[in-house]
């Protein structure tokens, strides 16, 4: 990395800015004023910073001082420390974490050159950066100008070294230092870029957004599970629609989602994007109302036309629907964790919510009555509705299940009698909602019969 400019920051007096005690976290201003009375330096920084200046309520609080880890650790009987790349204390209060990270230094060879030094690859990405600092050299190893200012609790004031409040006033997000090299050094930023510029309705500067469409490829070197927690962060911070756009704009959402990304590309495509960007809608939507998201809804929506198109080849092979499912199913996860780590509590629920659609065809007889008390029902049925928007064969079976459930007890078990002339003693016919089954057309509930 070039070596950083050590300058006088831009002080913003409290006169001047909107940030207040009695918007932090109470939890936050505790480690800050513990962290000072143990004769430490203690600032607010990144998120909580940026977000309060721009009047949103952050997401989290993150705090950076010149205590080393383990003297944060001593300090805090609530502390874990963590992380082997980037060590951080962790101060836990019942759900709250306070991220508490220290100030990091420019990180060359230490002058021994025995020191601990940033341990990068033969591409420039940092493997380990434990080089402490001051906090002017810490301003410039964060990642973008808005991210790096930081609140005084000393002094209340409003420090910045890199000219990050230009910025967050002219709305841009612009990486500091050398944007290709910046990437280079940790790839996650590209991902970053986009989510910052789609949550706060920014643009993403020139020179920042250049290298974006070339650079994708370098997500392949980040471990599958930190692109898992990004691609959670990406999704399900409110602005997913606009996130999804701007990463399949810089080519970015392909190298997370490759088998969905070749889905979208086919001509005439127009049901894939429209059930995924349903899905993220909703979730936003839901995150509107503070009610909670599910990842393996988010994933269901998110791997369905691959699975689809899975299917549709092996049941050209003759697999019966359910095998079909099945086999597909494995092979679009199978593909998907050498991209983004899918943790099982994740993905059974989110096999679950495919196979359910299923078992969802079925409405006479016994089983839609027992579906109701399925743990993934709820989530099958909405999921039902997604595909309803797109597809008329999804629709009538979506409006029967809404009919349904608008029922009381007695007006569901009549719903799903058999069919009028089935007697008792004779095997049943199951009703399902398609006639494509072979042979003589069952009663069905399709739209056109
Ligand atoms: P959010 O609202 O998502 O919490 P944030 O900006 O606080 O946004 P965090 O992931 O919580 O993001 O990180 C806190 C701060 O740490 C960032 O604002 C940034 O200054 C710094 N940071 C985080 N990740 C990186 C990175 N990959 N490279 C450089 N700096 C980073
Ligand atoms: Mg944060």
Redesign the pocket.
């Known amino acids: 990395m070039e070596v950083s400019p050590i300058s006088q920051p831009t002080v913003i007096s409290r006169s001047e800015h909107t940030i207040s005690r009695a918007n932090i976290s109470p939890n936050a201003v505790k480690v800050l004023y513990r962290l000072r009375e143990a004769g430490f330096r203690g600032c607010l920084?990144?998120?909580?910073v940026?977000?309060l200046l721009l009047g949103r309520e952050?997401?989290?609080f993150?705090v950076a001082t010149d205590a080393r880890p383990e003297q944060v650790y001593k300090l805090f009987r609530n502390c874990r420390l963590i992380g082997r790349r980037f060590r951080l204390a962790h101060v836990q209060f019942d759900r709250e974490i306070v991220?508490v990270?220290t100030f990091r230094g420019r990180g060359g060879e230490s002058e021994d050159g025995e020191g601990p030094s940033v341990e990068r690859t033969v591409s420039g990405r940092i493997l380990s950066d434990n080089v402490y600092g001051g906090i002017e050299e810490d301003a410039w190893?964060?990642?973008?100008t808005v991210?790096?200012l930081y609140y005084d609790i000393d002094r209340f004031v409003v420090l910045d070294y890199v000219g990050g409040l230009a910025d967050l006033k002219a709305g841009l997000i612009r990486l500091i230092g050398d944007p290709a090299q910046r990437y280079q050094e940790?790839p996650?930023?590209l991902l970053?870029a986009v989510?910052?510029a789609a949550?706060l309705g920014f643009q993403i500067d020139p020179a920042t957004a250049a290298p974006l469409h070339r650079l994708g490829h370098l997500l392949e070197q980040i471990p599958s599970a930190r692109l898992f927690d990004e691609v959670l962060?990406l999704f399900l911070?409110g602005s997913a629609i606009q996130t999804f756009e701007l990463l399949r704009h810089y080519r970015l959402f392909g190298c997370l989602f490759p088998a969905t990304e070749r889905c979208l590309n086919h001509q005439q495509a127009h049901y894939p994007k429209t059930l995924l960007t349903r899905a993220l809608a909703n979730t936003d939507n839901r995150l509107a109302e503070d009610k909670p998201v599910n990842p393996a809804f988010l994933f269901a929506a998110l791997l369905w036309e691959p699975l689809r198109e899975r299917m549709r080849e092996l049941q050209a092979k003759g697999l019966d629907e359910t095998e079909a499912l099945q086999i597909a199913a494995d092979g679009v996860i199978q593909e998907q964790l050498r991209h983004t780590a899918l943790p099982r509590r994740h993905s059974l629920p989110m096999r679950e919510i495919w196979e359910m659609q299923q078992r969802l065809t079925v409405v006479s007889g016994k089983r839609p009555l027992r579906l109701l008390g399925h743990p993934r029902f709820r989530a099958a049925y909405d999921f039902l509705l997604l595909r309803a928007e797109a597809d008329d064969e999804a629709r009538a079976l979506a409006d029967w299940w809404t009919g349904f459930l608008a029922l009381d007890d007695a007006g569901r078990l009549q719903a799903t009698q058999p069919a009028t002339g089935a007697k008792k003693g004779k095997p049943r016919r199951r009703r399902k909602l398609r006639s494509a089954r072979k042979g003589a057309p069952d009663r069905t509930l399709h739209p056109e019969t």
């Open positions: 920084v990144g998120g909580g940026r977000d952050p997401k989290d993150d991220e990270a190893r964060r990642d973008f991210n790096a940790d996650v930023r970053r989510r910052f949550k962060k911070n």
